[in-house]
């Protein structure tokens, strides 16, 4: 029997997938996990049931959270990278990082195949793709619920046939949850005219007085959470269990699919939005003007390729190279208070605050120059555009 290694999560969709390989096609099927800082060790002991319970050969759990932040988030973080101004890359990212394990996976064990659930209409079919041709070009891709053009009722008419209970009120919210936020895809994010219910979203609205915390960052990167350095996947995770609460970071991203459609989910991710807001406010005071400009350009195009699954493409370690340049002076502490569905930056603290007082104060005194400087630089600083009116004056 040929060894067919499938990225499993335990859902509709890869429940289906164990069952089909293994009966309609024959194959031995190894099933993998990838853990990107979103499950339980509760919550991955019973995948791995169900594995066995659907026949797998193998079951197999990976722990990429800190590699997920190392090679992945960290450059989200310095980029302030917020897709369409609104989602910070939560399932894209994460994408990447489980298709590079499960790819290495297969070379480990030997597989001939590999299989993933995604469907004929989303960005995930591209991502396991693309990276499973660059890194495993000699196996064999399989995708059964795109091939078959499956509907979320024959999974589970198929799954029932085959002895496996599975309700239709079970599958009615896709809810993936990572390090970086968690996504919720259902029959209002199909719409573009209906927002999600409140029972939809994964964590309910528990914490309703304000709270101020302050985040550390050294060199771009968080380190400390009210004071405490616990390393960068920890703030972001203690962060996320006292921010989520408040129903911090909601929202519904509205985007271009790689395959040309529009599309829109839901997601809960107030860890990254509070930490990208944060950073950014700390890089406005540490960083010069075409430092920032710059990084606005190059982390764009970063977050656009990351999120069509294009992290093996060499610039890409290029552009990291001059993001993580760019965060040499990005140090200090950012003070932030919490409240119901919001949050307010109050500001920062940094030996490297370029508002320093040393040299002026906005608005009211200058310190490092003269107000017959100012007069001589701003007639040379707009020179040009006063020789074009008079040589083009019809006047």
Known sequence: MKKVVLAFSGGLD???????????????VHSVIVNTGGFSNEELQAIEKRAYELGVKSHTTIDET???YRDTIKYLIFGNVLKNATYPLSVSAERVCQATAIANYCKKIGAECVAHGSTGAGNDQVR????????????????????????REDEIEYLNKHGVEYSAEKAKYSINKGLWGTSVGGVETLTSNQYLPESAWPTPVSSTEPRQITIDFENGEPVALNGEKIGAVKVIQELQAIAQPYGIGRDIHVGDTIIGIKGRVGFEA?????????????????????????KDQLSAF??????????????????????????ATVSGRVFVELHP??????????????????????????KGYTGDDVKGFSKIFGNQTIIWHKVNSKG
């Open 14 to 28: 890869t429940s289906f997938c164990c069952i089909y390989l293994s009966r309609d096609l024959g194959l031995e």
């Open 66 to 68: 800190e590699d997920y």
């Open 128 to 151: 396991f793709d693309m990276i499973f041709q660059t890194l495993i070009p000699g196996i064999e891709i399989i995708t059964p619920i795109r091939d078959l053009q499956l509907s």
């Open 270 to 294: 107030a860890a990254s939005v509070i930490l990208i807001k944060a950073h950014h406010t700390l890089e406005k005071h540490t960083l010069t003007k075409w430092q920032l400009s710059w």
């Open 302 to 327: 970063y977050g656009n390729y990351m999120h069509e699954g294009q992290m093996h493409d060499p610039v890409m370690r290029d552009m990291e190279a001059f993001l993580s340049s760019s965060q």
């Open 341 to 366: 569905y919001r949050f307010v930056v109050i500001g920062i603290e940094s030996e490297h605050d370029l508002m320093s007082n040393k040299f002026g104060s906005y608005g009211e005194m200058n």
